[in-house]
Nanobody, 130 residues
Framework: QLQLVESGGGLVQAGGSLRLSCAAS?????????????MAWFRQAPGKEREFVAA????????WYTDSVKGRFTISRENAKNTVNLQMNNLKPEDTAIYYC??????????????????WGQGTQVTVSS
């Protein structure tokens, strides 16, 4: 059974940086060229719906970002460690949220659709003070 465990959250001042990591265990992801394995980060702020942040394909490393984080966040994967990372720079108070790691293999939904992903981590809190 696949398990996802996030780490790296915390409290940081505006303009600072954090690096989130998501370690996957229980399965080995395929790098086969036709693999549809995708890892993603979503976030949920208090009183708001969960929103897409970034995604990466496991085999080719193609990435997608929501507009509000482009140029500030970078998603990457370490195939040998079954880990996906989210480097967050120039953080803003509006980035404050619980960040969730997600895994999916369905090609029927867009990358920014939470219904594409079938496994989720427990979340890690990111708080950015002004």
């Amino acid at each position: 059974q696949l398990q996802l465990v996030e780490s790296g959250g915390g409290l940081v001042q505006a303009g600072g940086s954090l690096r989130l990591s998501c370690a996957a265990s229980g399965r080995t992801f395929s790098t086969y060229i036709f693999s549809t394995t995708t890892m993603a980060w979503f976030r949920q702020a208090p009183g708001k719906e969960r929103e897409f942040v970034a995604a990466i394909t496991w085999n080719t490393g193609i990435t997608w970002y929501t507009d509000s984080v482009k140029g500030r966040f970078t998603i990457s994967r370490e195939n040998a460690k079954n880990t996906v990372n989210l480097q967050m720079n120039n953080l803003k108070p509006e980035d404050t949220a619980i960040y969730y790691c997600a895994h999916g293999e369905s090609a029927l939904r867009p990358y920014d659709d939470s219904r594409r992903y079938s496994s989720w981590g427990q979340g890690t809190q990111v708080t950015v003070s002004s």
